[in-house]
Nanobody
């Protein structure tokens, strides 16, 4: 049984930084791609950052240049460093993982329960 658990959310002022972490447990050796989504109230869930097993990354335009995704394979963890945060970054942030090539949003089908990020 695979579990993804997010941590690191909270309240931060505009212009500040937060670092989210996602710990994985269970049979994670088949993960090809891991990433982050977010969902604000009344909005659709959107993919914002992803990293493949070869360390290639992709970002949504809304976070490019401000957010950085990285992974620690030994710890089965993936992190999201969020800098220059804006009020519009306020959302529930979800860690996700997938086993299928290529590393695109639609192939991330294992989910954590989310961690709240509020920029105010």
């Amino acid at each position: 049984h695979v579990q993804l658990v997010e941590s690191g959310g909270g309240l931060v002022q505009p212009g500040g930084s937060l670092r989210l972490s996602c710990a994985a447990s269970g049979h994670t050796h088949n993960y090809y791609c891991r990433g982050w989504f977010r969902q604000a109230p009344g909005q659709q869930r959107e993919g914002i950052a992803a990293i493949a097993s070869d360390a290639s990354t992709k970002y949504a335009d809304s976070v490019k240049g401000r957010f950085t995704v990285s992974q620690d394979n030994a710890k089965k963890a993936v992190t999201l460093q969020m800098d220059s945060l804006k009020p519009e970054d306020t959302a529930m942030y979800y860690c996700a993982a997938g086993e299928t090539y290529p590393c695109v949003w639609g192939n991330l089908n294992y989910w954590g329960r989310g961690t709240q990020v509020t920029v105010s």
